[in-house]
């Protein structure tokens, strides 16, 4: 049912309701949903938690992750899908939009926002994706002051720390920023780019007893793992940031070039949500139903849709 109503409104907060995702056995899968729709999708398919990339909310804005956005920006994207599918949501938090004031500003503006979960990074500005070259690192007392400070912004929402190191500073360094990070409040930890088997079971055992979110992006540094295989690793999280977004644009970049072939929609209606798959997606009935005066919507049966 629709946001709309109080009585289908979560009764617990979302950093409530993450914690015990987090804390249920087995691993827990964060598909990354770039609007409101993809997240409706995700949890129709039976996904109970959700990411929020700081990649693929900036492509879908047209724009390179850089960390160019604002924390309103984000906060706009974290109010759609939380809305749109009522789940606990991790977000990426970049690094922290500032200073330690401006982290714990940017806590409670996602938190407020609806967001369950954030993690922050040991990059500098500009920073870049985990997964390219040419990063460059705060140091380990400066993200570790950050974390603090997001901890003592939160109310319950949980703070991952992630660090870039193992590509920059080397594994070593890696895992002593992580226990740094721990030491300094946060409740789990997000090491990017690990390359190896080796070094994912490597990692977890160094720094045993924390919560470890593992990236499964594509196109990256990281090999081709499923979740099981993260979990017997030693894995208490594993997200998929971009995934949603890349079909949608290869599909749409498709979209694109059959209209200019062929002249119209044609060729693609057979690839394309319908309309009734679309209202049945977002609840349009469900919102008619709510105000007598809007008559309930009656789908067309022609084969263009608009």
């Known amino acids: 049912m629709p946001y709309l109503l109080a009585s289908d409104l979560p009764t617990e907060t979302a950093g409530k309701r993450f914690r015990d995702g987090l804390n249920r056995p087995g691993i827990y899968q964060l598909p990354g949903a770039h609007n409101g729709q993809a997240a409706i999708q995700a949890r129709n398919a039976g996904f109970d938690g959700l990411y929020l990339s700081g990649a693929a909310m900036t492509a ?3 724009l390179p992750d850089l960390g160019i956005i604002t924390v309103d920006e984000v906060a706009f994207f ?12 991790l977000v990426d938090g970049d690094t922290g939009y500032g200073e330690a004031l401006n982290v714990m500003h940017m806590v409670r503006t996602f938190e407020d926002a609806g967001a369950g979960a954030v993690h922050l990074e040991d990059q500098i500005l500009p920073k870049k994706c985990g997964h390219l070259n040419g990063k460059n690192l705060v140091s380990p007392t400066d993200m570790a002051a950050k974390v603090a400070a997001a901890a003592k912004a ?5 703070i991952v720390a992630r660090t870039d190191a193992a590509g920059v500073e080397g594994f070593d360094a890696a895992v002593e920023r992580a226990k740094l990070y721990v030491q300094a409040g946060a409740d789990a930890i997000f090491p990017e780019a690990l390359n190896t088997r080796e070094m994912f079971e490597k990692f977890a055992a160094a720094v045993p007893d924390v919560p470890l979110l593992a990236n499964m992006t594509e196109f990256g540094k990281t090999p081709f793992f499923t979740a099981t295989e993260f ?4 894995y208490k999280m594993v997200i998929w940031p971009v995934s949603s977004l890349r079909i949608a644009n290869k599909a749409v970049a498709e979209l694109y070039a059959s209209i200019r072939e062929h002249g119209g929609t044609h060729e693609m209606v057979d690839r394309m949500q319908t309309r009734q798959e679309l209202y049945d997606t977002i609840g349009l009935h469900d919102f008619e139903e709510l105000d007598a005066s809007i008559v309930r919507t009656v789908v067309p049966q022609a084969t263009g849709e608009n």
């Not at 974290?78 to 949501?89: F, N, T």
């Not at 979990?231 to 030693?234: A, F, K, V």
């Open 154 to 158: 939160r109310r319950d929402m949980v």
């Open 60 to 62: 879908s804005m047209g």
């Open 231 to 234: 979990e017997q690793m030693g």
């Open 78 to 89: 974290i109010r759609q899908i939380a809305r749109a599918s009522g789940l606990p949501l």
